[in-house]
C-alpha cells in the first residue's frame, strides 16, 4: 500500500462540551528508515504537502520519524529546536500554513530522547514533549 496521508475531521470541545475549535487533522502513516534521515524528511515532505493539499491544517508525523528509534544512529541525533530535522519541519509548517507535530529522537548532550516538537503556522517550536 502506498504511503497516503489519511485525513480526518475531529473536533475539539470543552469539559462543557461546547464546540471549541473544528480542523481538520492529517494522521500520517509512513515507512520509517533507521538512520535514514534525509529520505524519511524527504517522505515526510511529501506527505505534508499531500496533507496540505486535501485541506489539512494540522498534520501529525510518526514517532521518531527522523532516524528512527531503535536504530543505532539515534546516538547521532540533534538538538530540538536547533536541528536539521526540527529546521526542516519549521520549513514545512510556513511552506504550507499548516501546524506540525512530529517524533524527534532528540539528543540533550550525553543522553537521547524520544521528543516531539509542534510547530506553529508561524513555525516557532512552541512546545517540545520528551519521555
Do not use: Y
Not at 504511503?3 to 515507512?31: C, D, G, I, P
Not at 519541519?89 to 499548516?98: N, W
Request: charged share 25%; net charge neutral.
Amino acid at each position: 500500500m502506498p504511503n497516503r496521508a489519511r485525513t480526518v475531521l475531529t473536533v475539539a470541545s470543552t469539559a462543557e462540551n461546547r464546540l471549541v475549535a473544528e480542523f481538520k487533522l492529517a494522521l500520517v502513516q509512513m515507512r520509517v528508515e533507521g538512520g535514514c534521515k534525509a529520505a524519511n524528511l524527504e517522505r515526510a515532505a511529501r506527505l505534508v504537502k499531500e496533507a496540505a493539499e486535501n485541506e489539512a491544517q494540522v498534520v501529525l508525523l510518526p514517532e521518531a520519524m527522523d532516524l528512527g528509534w531503535t536504530h543505532p544512529s539515534a546516538h547521532e541525533a540533534e538538538s530540538i529546536p536547533v536541528g536539521k530535522s526540527c529546521a526542516r519541519l519549521r520549513e514545512l509548517a510556513r511552506e504550507h500554513h499548516l501546524f506540525v507535530c512530529s517524533g524527534l529522537v532528540e539528543r540533550a548532550g550525553e543522553p537521547c530522547f524520544n521528543a516531539a516538537c509542534w510547530l506553529i503556522l508561524r513555525a516557532r517550536c512552541c512546545c517540545i514533549i520528551g519521555s
